[in-house]
C-alpha cells in the first residue's frame, strides 16, 4: 500500500512544524522587548498600566495591533495610560525603533515633553 500527500496536504504539515519549531507567539521578540520597555518607562514602579497585557503573543495586547501576514506590530494606540499624578514623560525614541513595520502611533494624554537618546539626555523638544 502506497500513502501519498497532495501539496497542500504537505504544506500544512511543514507549517505546522515549522510553526512549533520557531515557538509561533505571535510578534517578534524584538517588539515584544521594545513594548515591554514602554510600558515600564510609562508606569510608575507601582503603576497598572497594560495590567491586562501576559503571554507571549503582544499582537494580543491591549493597545497593540500587528500585521495579520507578518505578525509585526503595526499600530500602537496608548491613550491616557500614564498616571496624571506624574512628572512629564521623555519616552526613549529608539524603543520606537524597533516596530519596522509601524504605521500608526497614537500616544495621547501621555504628558509626553519629549523624547531621551540612548544615553539617557533629554531632547531639545517640546509637543
Same mark, same amino acid.
Given at each position: 500500500?502506497?500513502?501519498?500527500? #497532495? +501539496?497542500?496536504?504537505? @504544506?500544512? /504539515? !511543514?507549517?505546522?512544524?515549522?510553526? =512549533?519549531?520557531?515557538?509561533?507567539? #505571535?510578534? =517578534?521578540?524584538?517588539? %515584544?522587548?521594545? @513594548?515591554?520597555?514602554?510600558?515600564?518607562? /510609562?508606569?510608575?514602579?507601582?503603576? &497598572?498600566? !497594560?495590567?491586562?497585557?501576559? #503571554?507571549?503573543?503582544?499582537?494580543?495586547?491591549?493597545?497593540?495591533?500587528?500585521?495579520?501576514?507578518? &505578525?509585526?506590530?503595526?499600530?500602537?494606540? !496608548?491613550?491616557?495610560? %500614564?498616571?496624571? $499624578?506624574?512628572? +512629564?514623560?521623555?519616552?526613549?525614541?529608539? @524603543?520606537?525603533?524597533?516596530?519596522?513595520?509601524?504605521?500608526?502611533?497614537? $500616544?495621547? #494624554? +501621555?504628558?509626553?515633553?519629549?523624547?531621551?537618546?540612548?544615553?539617557? +539626555?533629554?531632547?531639545? !523638544? &517640546?509637543?
Amino acid at each position: 500500500m502506497e500513502i501519498t500527500f #497532495g +501539496n497542500s496536504t504537505f @504544506l500544512l /504539515i !511543514f507549517s505546522l512544524l515549522l510553526c =512549533m519549531c520557531s515557538g509561533c507567539h #505571535g510578534c =517578534m521578540d524584538e517588539e %515584544r522587548d521594545a @513594548l515591554l520597555q514602554i510600558k515600564d518607562s /510609562i508606569n510608575s514602579p507601582e503603576g &497598572t498600566a !497594560f495590567s491586562s497585557w501576559y #503571554g507571549e503573543d503582544c499582537c494580543q495586547w491591549e493597545g497593540v495591533q500587528c500585521n495579520a501576514s507578518t &505578525t509585526r506590530v503595526s499600530s500602537i494606540f !496608548f491613550y491616557y495610560r %500614564r498616571d496624571s $499624578l506624574l512628572e +512629564n514623560w521623555y519616552p526613549n525614541a529608539t @524603543l520606537f525603533a524597533q516596530f519596522k513595520d509601524l504605521e500608526i502611533l497614537h $500616544l495621547p #494624554g +501621555n504628558q509626553i515633553a519629549g523624547f531621551t537618546s540612548p544615553d539617557g +539626555n533629554h531632547c531639545c !523638544f &517640546t509637543i
